[in-house]
């Protein structure tokens, strides 16, 4: 594969980013991509970074230093609304879900199907609420997009909100601690729906805590420590995820 090629498979990139906020430098020439199709797992002690590398990666901070490149192409201006055009949706631990809501209108709401003087075109939505959450896994046929948030499991909600980012047209989903809090039983939907994802050629960035569900779902590890990328490993570098806790550890102790 030559450079170009490499190149146009990296969905998007920072390139030695630099976040400061006064004395404090919060990111430190951190560099980071994530290609196309891949599920990178990114982690780190509190901390570490990741919150303001997350809001840098969906326009909430423009870098101090370094370049953001989305598909390539090096951007010369960075917003909340460019990373949204460009594809990069959060689902963060919250899910900003409305419990007492269907499935359907937590999917659409603020983005409805409507016809030209203003109604909404109910029917339509449904059948795309169903498509989009069985594409992403769901099963069950006592679930369907007019079923209640409330109704559902933990791992359920966060397929919910992964079916409304894919519907934001998302290329990249970024997901804030998703299994926190969930069973085991709950996870493996999560890992699922996260599966699902990657085989429509979309991109995750999961971060989390639990050492042992990032190595499960991750091609890819990235390792951030007090504002730097200190490690990126394939997964076919790392034995298990005991050996990716013991490198987190020895790079805690040297520095």
């Known amino acids: ?7 146009m498979n990296k969905l998007i990139e920072l390139n030695k980013v630099t976040k400061k906020f006064g004395g ?21 002690d509190n901390g570490a970074g990741k919150s303001t590398l997350i809001k840098t990666l969906v326009g909430v901070y423009f870098p101090d230093e370094g370049d953001i490149i989305i598909r390539g192409k090096k951007v010369s201006s960075w ?13 963060f631990q919250d899910r900003a879900l409305c419990p007492q809501q269907s499935i359907v209108w937590n999917i659409f709401m603020g983005k409805e199907l409507t016809y030209p003087f203003g109604f909404i075109r109910e029917k339509e939505q449904i059948r795309e609420a169903n498509r989009l959450i069985r594409e992403i896994g769901f099963t069950s046929k006592l679930i369907d997009a007019e079923s209640p948030v409330g109704n559902l499991s933990g791992g359920e909600r966060q397929g919910v909100a992964i079916a409304r980012a894919i519907y934001n047209n998302a290329e990249l989903i970024i997901l804030d601690e998703p299994t926190n809090a969930l069973s085991l039983n709950e996870t493996q939907k999560v890992f699922e729906f996260v599966r699902n994802v990657k085989k429509s050629n979309r991109s995750v960035l999961f971060i ?4 042992f569900h990032v190595y499960d779902i991750s091609d890819r590890f990235v390792i951030l420590d007090r504002g730097e990328v200190v490690h990126n490993f394939s997964k076919t570098e790392i034995s298990s995820p005991e050996e990716l806790m013991k490198i987190m550890r020895d790079t805690v102790r040297k520095n």
Do not use: C, F, P
């Not at 460019?82 to 594809?87: C, F, I, L, P, S």
């Not at 989390?208 to 050492?211: D, L, P, V, Y």
């Open 24 to 44: 404090i430098t919060a990111l430190n020439k951190a560099s980071l991509h994530v290609d196309v199709g891949e599920v990178v797992g990114l982690i780190g």
């Open 208 to 211: 989390g805590h639990n050492i």
């Open 1 to 7: 594969m030559d450079q170009s090629t490499k190149n």
């Open 79 to 91: 917003s909340a609304l460019k990373a949204r055009e460009a594809g990069i949706e959060t689902v």
